[in-house]
């Protein structure tokens, strides 16, 4: 199929890849995995960018969402935002 159709702007990737780089996405679901895993999930994943979050409890119930946007060539983040949620 790779080789029989051509979308411009898409790229075909293998599925061994693919399950390759779902098994590392999970362990970072975990929290196992490192920031260098995500930029090695992204590059099977033949991604430009990802986006990396951690969600906080913090005292007196309100939530905090720190979000990253990560350029996974040059493994630089791009922007850092925080969001902070009530009850």
Do not use: K
Request: hydrophobic share 45%.
């Amino acid at each position: 199929l790779q080789g029989q159709v051509r979308v411009p702007g898409v790229e075909f990737v293998e599925r061994s890849e693919l399950t390759q780089s779902e098994q590392e996405l999970r362990l970072g679901l975990l929290g196992f995995a490192a920031r260098t895993d995500l930029l090695r999930a992204g590059r099977w994943l033949r991604a430009d960018f990802a986006v990396r979050g951690n969600l906080f409890n913090n005292p007196g119930g309100t939530w905090e969402l720190q979000l990253e946007l990560i350029d996974l060539a040059r493994a630089e983040i791009l922007q850092r935002t925080n969001a902070f949620l009530s009850g």
